[in-house]
């Protein structure tokens, strides 16, 4: 349990430090999502084995489709609007593409934090 207590204050660590950086050096959306996403998962995922085919359907399913759906209806409905984008694309002149990768990135952190901290290796489960 000791190496989980390390685990989590160096991904809080991780947090503060990439907030910190993202408010210091203003990046846009994709290098602050590495930064501030990317850094802890990758960090968590070398620290134990995960299962990684379920972290990535997920992040399909979770980070591409349902974030694609979601996002696509709040840009028609004008609830946000992203106004500095690293990758000027849009899809049908609205949604901007990068979204997508913020959502993966949150998508995978949830996931591999999940995996990590909450996930009983030896426990009976319903989940293969």
Not at 19 to 47: D, E, Q
Not at 101 to 126: C, D, K, S, W
Request: proline share 4%; with cysteine.
């Amino acid at each position: 349990m000791k190496g989980k207590m390390l685990d989590f204050w160096v991904v809080v660590g991780f947090l503060i430090a990439a907030a910190w950086i993202g408010y210091v050096f203003k990046f846009t959306n994709i290098p602050l999502g590495l930064i501030y996403l990317g850094v802890p998962s990758f960090y968590l995922c070398m620290r134990a084995k995960k299962n990684y085919k379920k972290i990535g359907w997920g992040i399909v399913i979770f980070g591409f489709l349902f974030g694609f759906i979601f996002d696509f209806i709040q840009q028609i409905n004008y609830v946000w609007g992203v106004p500095r984008l690293l990758i000027p694309w849009r899809l049908f002149g609205i949604w901007p593409v990068e979204n997508l990768f913020g959502y993966a990135f949150m998508t995978l952190l949830i996931l591999v934090f999940y995996e990590h901290f909450f996930r009983q290796r030896n426990a009976f489960t319903f989940v293969a």
